[in-house]
Structures are given as C-alpha cells and as structure tokens.
Nanobody, 125 residues
Framework: QVQLIESGGGLVQAGGSLTLSCAAS????????LAWFRQAPGKEREFVAG????????YAAEFVKGRFTISRGNARNTVNLQMNSLKPEDTAAYYC??????????????????WGQGTQVTVSS
C-alpha cells in the first residue's frame, strides 16, 4: 500500500520561502513519477512540478519556473519542493502524487494513482 505524507506547509509573507516534503512509503519500484499539484478554493487542481524518480528528470509549470525547485530529498523516496519568492496567488493546498511505473512527468492529475492528504500553504500580502 503506497502512502504519501506531505509536510512543510504553513503561513508565510509574500516574498518568503517554504520547503514542502513528500515521503512516499510502500513504493516497490524505482520507476515512478512524483508530482506536486495544488488547489486553491474554487479553482481546479493544477500541476506545479514533477520528477521522474529513476532518471531524475524534472519539469515545472511555467508559472513557478525560477521560483520553485523540485528535487530528491536525502531520505529514501522523499521529494522536496523548494518554494521561493512566494506570492499570495500561491496560496493553496499542495498535494503530492505518484504515478507508478512511469518515467514521464505528466501534468494531468488523472494519471496519478496515489495521493497524499495535502498540506496548506498560505501566503499573506
């Protein structure tokens, strides 16, 4: 059973930084893609950034390029999302998700089978 646990959310002022972490347990293959999505109230869930675990390929949405960085964490099967220069419009619940047996970072949520419970990020102006 795959479980994803997100951590690191919180309240920060505009221009500040946060690092989100996603710890994946129960993943029996090294071939998977892990992505971060976010969802603000009244809006659809959107792709933020993703990583292909086995090959290390990363991809980020245009609106976070230059501000957010996704990377493998030091712990096994952990992925971090470093978020800098945060804006009020980045306020959302952030979710990590895994697409098993995939080396491709897909930006559509329906391709991801496992999801975490989410962590709230609030950016004040």
């Amino acid at each position: 059973q795959v479980q994803l646990i997100e951590s690191g959310g919180g309240l920060v002022q505009a221009g500040g930084s946060l690092t989100l972490s996603c710890a994946a347990s129960g993943v029996t293959t090294s071939t998977y893609a892990l992505a971060w999505f976010r969802q603000a109230p009244g809006k659809e869930r959107e792709f933020v950034a993703g990583i292909s675990w086995s090959i290390g390929y990363t991809y980020a949405a245009e609106f976070v390029k230059g501000r957010f960085t996704i990377s493998r964490g030091n712990a096994r099967n952990t992925v971090n999302l470093q978020m800098n220069s945060l804006k009020p419009e980045d306020t959302a619940a952030y979710y990590c998700a895994v697409s098993p047996d995939s080396t491709v970072v897909l930006t559509t949520s329906r391709y991801y089978k496992y999801w975490g419970q989410g962590t709230q990020v609030t950016v004040s102006s």
